[in-house]
């Protein structure tokens, strides 16, 4: 889930930000990898960055983590990128923006194409629910077909969700689109087993005023409820206004809102956290079709475009992550700092309609990156850890985070795991997207490189592998409470 525009071939060259390589002094000096005992194991714990920016396409790691799979994206798909994913059973469900892509991950350490599937629609922001599974499509199409070629954005374009029926994975079926206002640049699936509906979140944010729907301002999402049973009824029910008073106005480097990017719920606690732009939002919704913001914060200085949100698991912390310069900026650099590009934690106290997010902390990773490569804080999920907050993020060519949270006012990274630059030479797009925790391994969709498969081996987070999903939408936040 980015704010990238659709890239023409998957190495979108774009200006060379400056010359040489800074290096950022943010760790401590290097001591080198401690040793920590867990049972029998003895285990490789991270207390360290590598001193200089590795080399092109070099792979580089903590040494309690590495890699274990690698699967290059292929024709016809491979002539754009890879976006977001999503999970069930033994199935890694891989967004791109010519269509998707599904994996059977069975054996991890080799993971099988099952299928794929041609349907151009940037981004194809991708969920699913038994058998069905939704994409986003946020780029003026010809019509909803998945032949349909970019039209300019006027009034005639179409955009918003389509739904796929996947029960055979094989060869999944194109079944239901549903039009949205200003499209589907990223959607949210919303459970409510009560009524065997599931209800998606759509979100899109308009630059323009003539994309279908989007006259500014644009403060809306779109709720399209999807009867489980009969998905070909599936419709928008509701257009909730959530910035009635227009949201933050922007200032040089920070962006105005006008929409949502993403929004993660938590059904479990009936909270959602939104981060729209230039706000970040806190939502009870207890009703699916009326979520009511209850608590709304903004970051007038370091935070530039809030991008995405995860909770922790007690619903008593939230993660927002700032994707400065739009995915396509080096910022993890020595120029940009360690508070901008970042994520940041936040508290959230109280109770009810009186809970409010109160800051505690930014946390951006502790290496310098090129000044050639794409880097800033992207999407993650947590790692079903018991008694600690650690997740996992993306930080496109800043590559794979695992960082620990519990401390609120001092988060530390504990592994990770990356690529160097695809180009000493010019400032060139890719990078890990997404990089999410299920059953045991960390998937990460590298937007060139295909899916990796990485496995992390520490006594922190050993008690992760012991739970299990069916299912994993990431910004449909489980509770892992009852489920090892």
Same mark, same amino acid.
């Given at each position: 889930?980015?704010?990238?525009?659709?890239?023409?071939?998957?190495?979108?060259?774009?200006?060379?930000?400056?010359?040489?390589?800074?290096?950022?002094?943010?760790?401590?000096?290097?001591?080198?990898?401690?040793?920590?005992?867990?049972?029998?194991?003895?285990?490789?714990?991270?207390?360290?960055?590598?001193?200089?920016?590795?080399? !092109?396409?070099?792979?580089?790691?903590? @040494?309690?983590?590495?890699?274990?799979?690698?699967?290059?994206?292929?024709? #016809?798909?491979?002539?754009?990128?890879?976006?977001?994913?999503?999970? %069930?059973?033994?199935?890694?469900?891989?967004?791109?923006?010519?269509?998707?892509?599904?994996?059977?991950?069975?054996?991890?350490?080799?993971?099988?194409?099952?299928? %794929?599937?041609?349907?151009?629609?940037?981004?194809?922001?991708?969920?699913?629910?038994?058998?069905?599974?939704?994409?986003?499509?946020?780029?003026?199409?010809? +019509?909803?077909?998945?032949?349909?070629?970019?039209? #300019? #954005? +006027? &009034?005639? &374009?179409?955009?918003?969700?389509?739904?796929?029926? *996947?029960?055979?994975?094989?060869?999944?079926?194109? !079944?239901?689109?549903?039009?949205?206002?200003?499209?589907?640049?990223?959607?949210?699936?919303? @459970?409510?087993?009560?009524?065997?509906?599931?209800?998606?979140?759509?979100?899109?944010?308009?630059?323009?005023?003539?994309?279908?729907?989007?006259?500014?301002?644009?403060?809306?999402?779109?709720?399209?409820?999807?009867?489980?049973?009969?998905?070909?009824?599936?419709?928008? !029910?509701?257009?909730?206004?959530?910035?009635?008073?227009?949201?933050?106005?922007?200032?040089?480097?920070?962006?105005?809102?006008?929409?949502?990017?993403?929004?993660?719920?938590?059904? +479990?606690?009936?909270?959602?956290?939104?981060?729209?732009?230039?706000?970040?939002?806190?939502?009870?919704?207890?009703?699916?079709?009326?979520?009511?913001? *209850?608590?709304?914060?903004?970051?007038?200085?370091?935070?530039?475009?809030?991008?995405?949100?995860?909770?922790?698991?007690?619903?008593?912390?939230?993660?927002?992550?700032?994707?400065?310069?739009?995915?396509?900026? &080096?910022?993890?650099?020595?120029?940009?700092?360690?508070?901008?590009?970042?994520?940041?934690?936040?508290?959230?106290?109280?109770?009810?309609?009186?809970?409010?997010?109160?800051?505690?902390?930014?946390?951006?990773?502790?290496?310098?990156?090129?000044?050639?490569?794409?880097?800033?804080?992207?999407?993650?999920?947590?790692?079903?850890?018991?008694?600690?907050?650690?997740?996992?993020?993306?930080?496109?060519?800043?590559?794979?985070?695992?960082?620990?949270?519990?401390?609120?006012?001092? @988060?530390?990274?504990?592994?990770?795991?990356?690529?160097? #630059?695809?180009?000493?030479?010019?400032?060139?797009?890719?990078?890990?997207?997404?990089?999410?925790?299920?059953?045991?391994? *960390?998937?990460?969709?590298?937007?060139?490189?295909?899916?990796?498969?990485?496995?992390?081996?520490? @006594?922190?987070?050993?008690?992760?592998?012991?739970?299990?999903? %069916?299912?994993?939408?990431?910004?449909? %936040?489980?509770?892992?409470?009852?489920?090892?």
């Amino acid at each position: 889930m980015s704010s990238l525009s659709p890239p023409t071939r998957h190495l979108r060259a774009v200006a060379l930000a400056a010359a040489g390589l800074l290096l950022l002094s943010l760790a401590p000096a290097a001591p080198g990898a401690a040793k920590a005992t867990t049972g029998t194991a003895t285990t490789a714990v991270y207390t360290a960055s590598p001193a200089t920016v590795p080399g !092109v396409d070099e792979i580089v790691s903590s @040494p309690n983590m590495r890699q274990i799979a690698n699967v290059p994206i292929t024709s #016809p798909l491979n002539n754009t990128i890879n976006s977001d994913l999503a999970f %069930q059973g033994k199935y890694v469900f891989v967004g791109n923006y010519d269509g998707f892509q599904i994996y059977d991950v069975a054996r991890p350490q080799r993971p099988k194409l099952v299928s %794929q599937v041609l349907c151009p629609g940037s981004q194809n922001d991708i969920s699913v629910h038994g058998d069905l599974l939704f994409l986003s499509t946020d780029t003026p199409r010809s +019509d909803d077909s998945c032949t349909s070629t970019r039209v #300019p #954005p +006027d &009034a005639t &374009a179409w955009e918003g969700i389509k739904i796929f029926d *996947i029960s055979d994975k094989t060869a999944p079926r194109y !079944v239901k689109s549903v039009q949205t206002a200003c499209g589907s640049h990223t959607h949210t699936l919303v @459970p409510d087993h009560t009524r065997d509906t599931v209800y998606l979140y759509v979100s899109s944010y308009g630059p323009s005023d003539t994309y279908v729907g989007c006259a500014r301002p644009h403060d809306s999402i779109s709720i399209v409820r999807v009867p489980v049973k009969k998905p070909t009824t599936a419709a928008v !029910v509701a257009t909730p206004n959530l910035f009635p008073d227009g949201g933050y106005p922007g200032r040089p480097g920070g962006s105005a809102t006008s929409g949502c990017h993403d929004i993660t719920v938590y059904t +479990d606690k009936n909270l959602a956290a939104g981060a729209c732009m230039g706000d970040g939002i806190l939502m009870d919704i207890a009703d699916r079709e009326a979520p009511r913001i *209850i608590n709304q914060v903004r970051d007038t200085t370091n935070f530039a475009f809030w991008h995405s949100a995860t909770f922790n698991n007690a619903g008593t912390k939230v993660v927002f992550a700032d994707e400065l310069g739009g995915g396509g900026a &080096a910022t993890c650099n020595a120029t940009v700092g360690p508070n901008r590009g970042a994520s940041a934690v936040y508290d959230i106290s109280g109770s009810g309609d009186d809970r409010t997010m109160i800051f505690r902390s930014y946390f951006k990773i502790p290496r310098a990156n090129a000044d050639t490569e794409n880097c800033v804080a992207h999407n993650g999920s947590l790692l079903p850890v018991k008694g600690r907050d650690i997740m996992v993020q993306s930080w496109y060519q800043g590559g794979i985070s695992v960082w620990d949270f519990t401390d609120s006012a001092q @988060p530390e990274e504990i592994g990770y795991w990356e690529r160097g #630059p695809l180009s000493d030479a010019q400032l060139t797009f890719g990078g890990t997207w997404s990089a999410y925790y299920y059953n045991g391994y *960390i998937y990460s969709s590298d937007t060139i490189k295909g899916l990796d498969v990485i496995e992390i081996n520490d @006594p922190r987070t050993a008690s992760a592998k012991l739970t299990r999903y %069916q299912e994993f939408n990431p910004q449909t %936040q489980p509770s892992y409470r009852s489920r090892s």
